[in-house]
Structure formats: C-alpha cells, structure tokens
C-alpha cells in the first residue's frame, strides 16, 4: 500500500514539501487550521493598508488542485502520539501516518506573560494583520472627535516592542502611514504629529544583520521620524502604555514584535525542544529517535554551520520543505538516503518605510534605493500565483508613485461595534 | 455664518451630494458607521470570493481629503431632533443642523420575522458578504470531512430567497462557484452536485423587468443549474431548511435576498413612512412638513412618474444626492428654488453567472453576452477609483479568462473557531 505522509501546516515548508512529491508513490494529507497559505513576509504591508488580505493569500485548496496525491483538510491539531504513528484533530477525529512533517511555525513569545497578548498584539496570520489596521485606524478615528484633541495628540502614540525585521518594517510603514497616507484625511488633528516608537533592548537594530547595515537602518527609520529607542528592555504592558527600564511611555497602540516561540503542539512530541519550544532536530531534519518525524520551517531548530540555529525566516523554510520532499521522494521510490541537509544561505533583508531598505547576501550588502529595488523584485518573483503578483504590483505602484496612499483601509465592521472591542 | 449641512450615509446619495457641495460657502458633517463608502452593486461578487473587500471600497476620508468643507465622522446616529434642528450620536454626542440629509439606505426585511436573521443572512454590507462567503465555503470544508460525505452531499444544498437581481446575482455566482471554481478542489465530494434553488413567491423572477428578460434570466438560470422554485413562499426560516407553502427544503446555507426596509432612524422623524419605512418626501427631496430634512436614496420614498415610489438602485441614489447637492449649493448662495425632483431612467441590469446579463434601457432590451459586456463596462467606469478600477478589472481577467477561478477565498478565522459560529 502507498505510504500515507501527514503535513501539519501550509505555510512556505509544507507547500515546498508537498509539491517535490508530486511525482511520489504516497499520498499525502495536508492539514492547516486556515484554508489558505499566507505570504508572510508582507503581512505587515496588510497591517498598514498598503496590501488586501487577498493579495497576500492563496486557497491551499487552489495550490494541490493539480496535484491528485494531496488531500487538503482543515483542522487543528492537538496531539501527536508517535508511539501509535497518529495524530488527534480538535474534532476528535484521529489520522494514521506513514510519515509526518511538523511545520506549524511559530507565534510571538510574550516571554510568560500571556496577558501581554490581549494588550500587545503581535504579527504573525491574517487575523493579526487585520487587528493591528483596526487598532491603528481607530486611533485616528477616536482622536479626531475627541473634544479636547491638542491634548489627545500628545497621547497619540504607537509603540512597536523589538527591533528585529518585522519591529523595523512595521515601525517604518506606521510612520509612513501617518506621515503621508493620512494625510489631508482629518480637520481636527494634524496625523504627523502622531509618534512612532521602536524599543529594543539590544544596544541596536537589526542585530543579525552587519554593523553598517545596522547604522543604516537605524537612520533611515529616524529620517522617517520613527524614535528609535535601544537599550530599552520592556519590563511590563499596561493598557495605557508600556513600562521599561527607562521609564513609562504612554502608548495608544502597542504592537508585539519581540519573539518568536513554536507550535505548542510540539511539546506532544516528548522530545528535545530549545529555549523557544523549537524541536532539536538531526542531520535529516527528522527527530533524531524518530525517523518517521519531521519538523521544518519556524518550529525547527536545525544547527546551522555556525553552530546556531538557522533564523525563523523564509528561505530556510523553503529550503527545508524542498529538502524533506525530496528525502520522501526517494525513501518511498526505495532509493538510498540523500545527504543531510545543508542551508544555501543567499541572505535576508528588511525594508525601511518606502523606497529604502537593506540587505546582505554573503559578502555583498545593500542598502537604500538599490536594496529596496531588490526587495521589490524578490518579493514579486516568490509570491504565489498569478493574479496575486498583478495585484501586489498594482498596489504598490499605485502606493509608490502616488505619494503612498493606501487604499486598503477597509475595516468591515461598525464604529459602535469597534468603540466596545477595543 | 456658515450653514451647517449634516449627511447621514456615505452610500451613492451621500458622496455624490457632498461633492456637488464642492464649492458652496457651508460646512457639511459626513457621518458614517463605516470608514468606507461601499460600491454595493458588486457586493454579491465580494459574497461568493470574485472580488476582495478593498476592490469594491474607498476610505470616505480618502473621498473628500481635497474639500476642505467636508469633515468626516465615524459614527451611528440613534435620533434625529427635528424640533431643535440637532442630532444624537450612539456616544452621545449632539450635533446641530441648519439642512439635514438622510441617506442611510435600507437593510433587508424580514417581513416580522427579526429571528430568520440569525439563520438566513442578507447582503447589504461588506460584513454581509464576508459572512457569506465563510458560510459557503465552510459548508464544502464540512462535508469533504464527514465521514458518510454521499450522504452529505444530498443535503448540500444552498437556498436563496427573494428573486430580484440580488438572489437572481447570488444563486448564479454560487452556481459557478460549486460548478466550476472548486472544481478538482476536493477527493471526497463532487463540488458540482451541490444544489442551488432560488425561491421566488411570484409567478417569475425579476418581476420589475420586461416579460422577454424574466423569462430570458430564468432559462440562464436554469442553464447553470439553479433551481428556480417560483410561486414558491416562504412561511419560515428553520436551521436545516427552509419551509415554503410548497413544502420543505432540508438547506445546509439560506441567504435572504427577499425584500429591503428603510433604517429605524427614520421612526424618530415623526413624519410619514411607508410600509417599508422610507420616508415620503415632496418634490424636493425634503419632507413635506420640514425643508430642512432631506431623505434620499434607498430610505426615501419618491412618487415617479408612474406614481410608484422610485426602486432602490444605485442610479436612483446618485441623481437623488446630485439633485439635493444642487438644490443646496443655490440655496446657501442665495439663489431661487430649482426644478423639482425628476428621475432621469437609464436603466436596469442584473448578470446571471459569468458572460450572460439583461438590461433595460428605454425601448431597448439587450440580453446574453451583449448585455453583461455593457454591464462590465459601466460598472468599471463607475467604479471609485483608479486603483479599485483596475484590481478590479485584473480580477475579473483572471476570473472570466481562466475557467471562473475565484483568489479571494480567503477566511481570516481558523477552522476551530469557525466551527463554534457556524
């Protein structure tokens, strides 16, 4: 009988995974709690209105149509009992595997103070995104018809916790997001008074990034009017503000951006996990007991040549899916194992507001216009489909050369709905 | 001073009247629930995944950012006080009037049955559709997962009420979305055997258009294999099906397209209304007890020519808002009354399904494929924007080029959750 292979998760690993067995004797089930994979590294551009959910998303449904050996299913898994090679759905219905693949990614880690959630939201699905546009939104929308607003602006401040890409990329688009977008859009507040701050505890910026791309990306987001505040530990999130070392800031709005920790689900597996919940995985990606579990992607801690663990971004995950699709490949034709898996590692960047950015790939490092230019290619190239790209293209043209308007601003529900949420 | 002119509604009657206003010496409140002006015609797209929420929606303070006498309000109006010429905000706010204009549209009628909302939506906002269009796709997602799925597929059946063009839009583009949108999407269940019935209480669907084109819209209908059940009246909405005087249809999703009523706000002008509870207004659009509040677009009622009150269409709220924009600007400038009120006809149209329309214009009746191109077009030029023109447009190449593939599918919620709603 034809092995059964399970992926729990439809993100870059599990769909890269799934489509190198195309051409495998196996079927495969792909489970995800949402019906669509989501193009992550733009979720931010969602947030701030500069994208539609739709443009960054695509049916998972849509993606293995073609591919006759898949079978997408929505579900949420809570359990894993490798001893019996199953797994357990939220609707209490069980699966058999052959082989299975973890690649449920991370969620921000508040670092064990869950209450900081409902304060601080993070950035890592749709629902995410769509909360922070909401929460920035209404902010303007509340100081706007406040009756004493020259006081109110002095309170109408956004703080974005960690300094690392997404902190960075979401702080910048904020800024731009007051500084142009809105503007003309209020008679009673002047937008561009509104603040941006960006706390990191470390002493800078991007810290995985070389020292003068760290500088870089410091300057251009003060260019933006972003304050950049380092050496900032936050030691606890108020709802009216966020306490630090240095002192209190008040804060209208205040956006998660400090950690990552993986899947709880991965603590069913009874089996090493680093400090972030992460499955210490072997030369082949799977457990090093088990060699019918594999866990890629975010919830993956793979050492990488240097010692440390690869970082929680896109090509890794990429790379890894391609990598164990390809191992299943050959392990259900009856071929020899492959080499271990090795990261080809061709860089990262992040983007600083519009048109500024900053990159390394191997000893070349980008920054400014040209960086930006890059980022904007690579990001078109990779995202999913089609009609998506056309759209993104679309929107950021219209977004970049007409003076950074932001179209997406939709918010579907009432403002007598929203006022009781938040 | 300046006349203050306060707009409830930023539908088509409110913006087209604002924007007559451009250049007369007054101050105009925009008050709106929703941060966004809606194009409501292409809703049922946004309903059944053809369209996203951003395609068909423009910020209203990105409508009026460059007319400075506009200011726009987030907020929901629970009174009007014609005797102090003030209105009451849900915050409790005031806000005093020199000319008043209603323009908060309709939402559907339950006929006095408020509890048929609950189990049987309508669609009337972006909210509306997007609880739609989860409802639509859930109902796939259960049955590829239930265990007896030959069964289950007996009772997928999709049941929308009222045939106007909104049930006659909805049960064509559901039809296409099961027929051919999610085609190959599933293993278990055949999309395609799902069943679309549009139950109509009249002899026919599309009663307010010509004999040829009811019976035109019907066949089309029929052709994508929706049931339409005419003479069929609904006596109740139950949580598995519908029961009608024909008897009872098991439904695994109802939507209510049956029939409009003007918004409450209207009860608390102490004026006349009608059994829909618009209000009867005089030659000018304004009450005929008070010049100083106009009621237009869908919540008014205006005897036309024929002696019938004018139907709830976009066309009819946009000359009714030009109208009243221009009667006020003369009237701030001091200049005498104009014309009364008279409703330019241009036309209906509805489209069944992908390349099929009819559309009445005068004399002339056009049906098939020449009159869904003369629907595409008009509704791209009326289109807010640039940009929503142009996703728009990219969408619908992708659509009715490529085999009706729908992109916008994406539901923000996890399966899990999604579960406990539904």
Redesign the interface.
């Known amino acids: 009988m034809e092995k059964h292979v399970v992926v729990i998760g439809g993100g870059f690993a599990g769909i890269n995974l799934i489509q190198k067995l195309k051409k495998a004797p196996c079927r495969i089930t792909l489970i995800d709690?949402?019906?669509?994979h989501i193009f992550q590294p733009l979720l931010y551009q969602v947030a701030t209105a500069s994208l539609?959910?739709?443009?960054i998303?695509?049916?998972l449904?849509?993606i293995f149509?073609?591919q006759n050996n898949v079978?997408?299913?929505?579900?949420?898994v809570v359990q894993v009992d490798r001893q019996h090679k199953k797994i357990l759905l939220?609707?209490g219905?069980e699966l058999f595997y052959d082989e299975l693949v973890i690649a449920t990614g991370a969620r921000h880690s508040y670092f064990g103070n869950p209450h900081y959630e409902a304060l601080a939201p993070g950035l890592k699905?749709?629902?995410d995104a769509?909360k922070i546009k909401q929460k920035l939104?209404l902010a303007f929308?509340r100081a706007?018809?406040a009756q004493n607003f020259e006081e109110l602006m002095e309170h109408m401040v956004f703080v974005v916790i960690g300094g690392g890409p997404t902190g960075v990329e979401l702080a910048g688009s904020i800024a731009e997001l007051k500084n142009d977008t809105?503007?003309?859009?209020?008679?009673h507040i002047d937008p561009k008074k509104a603040r941006v701050l960006l706390l990191e505890g470390f002493p800078e910026v991007l810290p995985a990034y070389p020292e003068p791309l760290r500088k870089r990306a410091h300057q251009d987001l003060v260019s933006l009017g972003v304050e950049v505040l380092t050496n900032t530990k936050v030691t606890n999130v108020l709802p009216n503000g966020v306490e630090t070392e240095k002192g209190f800031y008040p804060a209208e709005a205040v956006i998660w951006a400090a950690g990552n920790e993986a899947s709880p689900l991965l603590k069913s597996l009874h089996t090493e996990l680093d400090r972030q919940g992460r499955a210490i995985v072997g030369p082949y990606l799977h457990l090093p007991e088990d060699p019918h579990v594999f866990v890629i992607g975010d919830a993956s801690h793979f050492k990488g040549s240097e010692g440390s663990p690869l970082p929680g971004i896109a090509p890794v995950a990429i790379q890894m899916g391609a990598y164990v699709g390809n191992f299943l490949k050959k392990k259900t034709q009856g071929q020899k194992n492959p080499k271990p898996f090795s990261y080809f590692d061709k860089g990262m960047m992040a983007t600083i507001g519009s048109y500024k950015a900053v990159a390394v790939s191997g000893k070349l490092q980008l920054q400014g216009f040209i960086a930006w230019l890059a980022w904007l290619l690579i990001h078109l190239v990779y995202l999913v489909?089609?009609?998506?790209r056309?759209?993104v293209a679309?929107?950021w043209i219209?977004h970049y050369l007409t003076g950074r308007?932001r179209?997406?601003?939709?918010?579907?529900?009432?403002?007598?709905e929203l006022?009781k949420e938040n």
């Open positions: 709690r949402m019906n669509s539609s959910e739709s443009s998303s695509k049916p449904r849509e149509k073609d079978e997408v299913r929505m579900g949420f939220h609707d219905h699905t749709l629902q769509y939104l929308e706007e018809k809105l503007k003309k859009n209020f008679r489909s089609f009609r998506n056309l759209v679309l929107d219209v308007t179209t997406n601003r939709v918010i579907l529900k009432p403002i007598e006022e």
